[in-house]
């Protein structure tokens, strides 16, 4: 007898919560009127905050980020980027709790609960284990590409590249009750503190692109506050445990997944039975792949219970086949009997094979060194999908 699991529907997701409009400053948050009607020259004044900022070795931003495209739904956000692309954070989910989300070697990972995962898109059939743990996804799906966007040297150039004309004048006014500079880029406006050595205070930009032109835009409105090195170990400290001892069972949410047909499978004589099993990817993707896991149950109320499970490498667009066998051992009889062994899979992502994870522990350690030497060691190139 066939038996196959149902599959269950979730959601993936597209990162997004509702709140105010992302440049709407509640009462007594915006800047206040210029106390000084003289102003100075904001090219040099905006340079000397952007070399600043990109030879720091880390960036704390909190603050409001959306599509550009679409600023009706709203992330609020609180995270840390060091100078080597790791990140960690939170935002608050449509219902008013607060998720997490951490990005190393260009892996990113979300933990949020089940309300945020059912208010989303996608369908999978190990959904329901997504709630409260980490789960691999997108920067597309995330809707923010904190290490290609947010690194103090990545952000500072993106920045640069908005950068005020020659006659721009910086205006001196008070945020907060703190007297700063108002620098008008050609996409926005940045506030850097007044006295020297002179820092980016906030940013409020229509749209923060990646220097190279490719990945993840986002409209931001942020502050900007101090990083000392304690915070920056505790980072690494954190991404460390995460990847040593959460994520072995992390799934994966970066592309859909499905049995393509029904479950096959046989027994030999002697009690070796083989379940076999095709997964198709179903979503819309063009590129990309993800490691999808067979679970295999054999069962006969005589001979008890087996399992065995395969894991394999999906491409987008694509299809695998999966088998794996068990084997009950029935010793020769000369009255042979015949067994009805029932069977059934279920099918799962996993977010990263047991090497990959021993690759990101070592990558994670590898980028704390860099950081705290002062030194940035440029991205690290994007692994092969689904390691």
């Not at 792949?289 to 067979?294: A, D, E, G, H, N």
């Not at 394999?312 to 694509?318: I, T």
Request: glycine letters at 12%; a negative charge.
């Amino acid at each position: 007898m066939r038996t196959t699991t149902s599959v269950a529907a979730v959601t993936v997701f597209a990162l997004s919560t509702t709140g105010c409009g992302l440049f709407g400053l509640g009462p007594g948050s915006g800047p206040e009127p210029s106390p000084s009607p003289t102003p100075v020259s904001a090219g040099p004044l905006f340079e000397e905050a952007l070399t600043a900022l990109e030879e720091a070795p880390a960036v704390r931003l909190q603050g409001q980020f959306s599509d550009p495209e679409d600023t009706t739904d709203v992330v609020n956000t609180s995270l840390t980027v060091t100078a080597t692309g790791a990140a960690q954070g939170t935002f608050q989910t449509e219902t008013g709790g607060e998720a997490s989300y951490f990005e190393a070697d260009n892996k990113l990972f979300v933990k949020a609960d089940s309300d945020y995962w059912l208010s989303h898109t996608v369908f999978n059939p190990d959904g329901d284990t997504y709630p409260d743990n980490w789960v691999r996804v997108t920067h597309e799906q995330f809707g923010l590409d904190p290490g290609g966007v947010l690194t103090p040297a990545g952000l500072a150039e993106s920045l640069r590249g908005q950068a005020p004309a020659d006659d721009v004048e910086a205006v001196e006014e008070k945020l907060d009750g703190v007297v700063v500079y108002r620098v008008e880029l050609t996409g926005g406006t940045v506030w850097v503190s007044s006295e020297a050595p002179h820092e980016l205070v906030r940013m409020q930009i229509e749209e923060l692109t990646p220097a190279e032109g490719e990945g993840v835009a986002s409209r931001i409105d942020a502050s900007f506050t101090e990083v000392d090195t304690a915070a920056v170990e505790q980072l690494y400290d954190d991404l460390t445990k995460y990847a040593e001892d959460e994520l072995g069972s992390a799934r994966d949410a970066r592309l859909e997944v499905g049995w393509a047909e029904e479950l096959g499978g046989d027994c030999q004589t002697g009690g070796v039975c083989t379940m076999v099993g095709t997964v198709q990817e179903t979503s819309d993707a063009s590129e990309g792949s993800i490691l999808v896991r067979m679970d295999g149950h054999f069962n006969n109320d005589e001979l008890g219970e087996k399992t065995c499970h395969k894991t394999g490498k999906l491409e987008a667009g694509g299809t695998v086949e999966l088998s794996c066998s068990v084997d009950y051992a029935l010793a020769p009889s000369a009255n042979p009997v015949t067994y009805t062994i029932d069977f059934e899979a279920l099918l799962s992502t996993r977010a990263l094979s047991g090497d990959a994870r021993e690759e990101l522990v070592a990558k994670i350690k590898e980028q704390r060194e860099t950081t705290l030497s002062g030194g940035s060691g440029g991205e690290g190139a994007e692994a092969e999908e689904g390691e």
